[in-house]
């Protein structure tokens, strides 16, 4: 993405919870270099970053960068304090995190994405943007170009190192699914049934089977809300076709400490090179559980190609809000027909 060509005056952060401090204004922060992110602790690209914006604010902050997590909420449940302070901890966050709760900050920058970068100079004008994953590199570049223009003479590091293969210049990355909704305000489901807002619903197969990509199918009884489906008996399940390397799954848990669900990929449990972090296995079978709201991670694969997913759940009352998923790379010298990774004809 090219630099910002008329640099314009950063807005004023919005009045908002510091969820970790110490509070940041972008008047006050005049000499200082200011990187803004947004940023959502349910989606997978903005957790992808997290380990650059920790490592710069490690290598920086003694050259003069302030980095500010602008927390803004995707779900009712990511605008809660204490789980956004969770995530924080979880995260490894140590810079200032502000919660976003009504979009104040969203709107005074005009911003459509998570995650999203803004690199403010040390006059206090817009310099860089940067949206979505990528271009580390680059950011970092600026990030030292801006310090020096604030007056750091102080040698600067190496750029970092690429923190995964797929982050290489030179990888070849493929189109993923795209995030599928679950509640009826975005959802995706493909029943016989269809949504029926705040009613309990008994999902039955479809005779056509499994939904195609970008869609999702359920058996069982659920509760459809606006965000997301809830079960409502044991043995609840999801039925999801999709093309990745990497599936994830927004979940809320029930009134129980931690949430359960038994996963199958293609028919059996997921393999051993493709268990997401959240992937135990017990008896031959392959489970996912989490511990508080939160996105679970069900595959974590190098290889990119269709799976056909089925979630059983073993309590009622666990809320599932959205599927994210992730793809794979590989360098373009390995980018070769009958090369495991590279997807299939469909």
């Known amino acids: 993405m090219p630099p910002i060509t ?36 349910t989606c997978v690209n903005c957790l992808r970053t997290l380990p650059y914006l920790k490592a710069w604010h490690e290598r920086y902050a003694g050259h003069g960068l302030v980095i500010v997590g602008v927390h803004t909420p995707e779900f009712e449940f990511t605008a809660d304090p204490e789980l956004v302070a969770a995530a924080v901890r979880a995260e490894g966050i140590h810079y200032p995190v502000l919660l976003d709760q009504d979009r104040g900050t969203w709107q005074r920058f005009a911003n459509h994405y998570w995650p999203a970068q803004y690199l403010i100079d040390a ?7 940067h949206f979505g994953e990528g271009a580390y590199g680059q950011t970092e570049e600026w990030l030292q170009r801006l310090l020096r223009e604030a007056g750091d003479t102080a040698p600067m590091p190496e750029l970092l190192a690429p923190v995964r293969e797929e982050d290489r210049p030179g990888a070849v990355c493929y189109p993923a699914t ?4 679950l509640g009826f305000h975005r959802g995706k489901l493909l029943a016989p049934e269809g949504y029926r807002p705040g009613e309990e619903v008994r999902h039955r197969d479809r005779e056509e089977g499994p939904a195609p990509p970008g ?61 997401g972090a959240d992937v ?25 190609r269709r799976r056909h997913l089925v979630l059983r759940f073993a309590q009622p009352g666990v809320r599932a809000y959205a599927f ?21 004809a469909f």
């Open 6 to 41: 008329v640099p314009l005056h950063a807005p004023e952060l919005a009045p908002g919870r510091w969820v970790q401090g110490p509070p940041v204004s972008i008047a006050f922060s005049r000499g200082a270099v200011v990187l803004v992110d947004f940023w959502e602790s």
């Open 123 to 129: 006059r206090g004008y817009l310099r860089y943007e």
């Open 178 to 181: 795209r995030e599928v909704h």
């Open 215 to 275: 869609m999702f199918t359920a058996r069982g009884l659920w509760r459809h809300e606006a965000e997301f489906l809830e079960t409502r008996e044991p043995g609840a399940e999801l039925d999801l076709v999709c093309e990745a390397s990497g599936v994830n799954l927004v979940l809320e848990p029930a009134l129980e400490p931690v949430g359960e669900l038994e996963i199958e990929v293609d028919g059996g449990p997921v393999p051993a090179a493709e268990r």
């Open 280 to 304: 135990v296995v017990q008896d031959g079978r392959t489970f996912a559980r989490w511990e508080r709201p939160r996105m679970v991670r069900l595959v974590d694969s190098p290889v990119f």
């Open 324 to 344: 994210s998923f992730s793809t794979c790379a590989l360098p373009l010298a390995d980018a070769t027909p009958g090369t495991a990774g590279v997807p299939p």
